[in-house]
């Protein structure tokens, strides 16, 4: 099962997301156990997973460039950790600010959805990005590290 959703879509503060810090989560955990239950009910011995093909700190509010997208995705990947196993997948929109939707902004930090902006610059998103894979890395592979060229790499 995938889907995609947004802390902003529009039926989502009517239906799950009143604007709470945590309820964005318990949307998506919302869903995937809906998906379990459903599984269950049709006699499927494995759950399918539920994949989140799409999010992001929100649409139309401005948050893409700015602190909070940092602080949305840190908290959000640490309240995910209690999913990973209802939903091990979940993408972020987008890597770039270079795709097709919208056209091109091309200057530097121009509110657009990427991790990176027009010219490769990181956003404060591709930053905490970077901070969980490195606790992540430190904390189950101590024999890792990152290297000059920012690549993580055998020590």
Not at 7 to 26: I, N, V
Not at 73 to 88: D, E, F, R, W
Request: glycine share 10%.
């Amino acid at each position: 099962m995938s889907s995609h959703l947004y802390p902003t879509d529009p039926w989502a503060h009517e239906a799950a997301l009143p604007k709470g810090r945590d309820d964005f989560y318990a949307a998506i955990a919302g869903a995937a156990d809906i998906v379990e239950a459903s599984a269950k009910k049709h006699g499927l011995v494995e759950v399918p997973p539920f994949v989140l093909t799409e999010f992001n700190c929100g649409l139309g509010m401005g948050c893409q460039d700015s602190y909070y997208s940092g602080s949305f995705i840190a908290h959000h990947a640490l309240n995910s950790q209690g999913i990973v196993h209802k939903v091990p997948i979940q993408s972020y929109w987008t890597f770039s600010d270079i795709f097709e939707e919208g056209g091109q902004q091309p200057q530097e930090f121009a509110g657009a959805f990427g991790t990176r902006t027009f010219n490769g610059t990181m956003t404060m998103t591709s930053t905490s990005f970077w901070a969980i894979l490195r606790a992540f890395l430190s904390s189950t592979s101590p024999h890792m590290r990152c290297g000059p060229c920012s690549k993580w790499q055998p020590c």
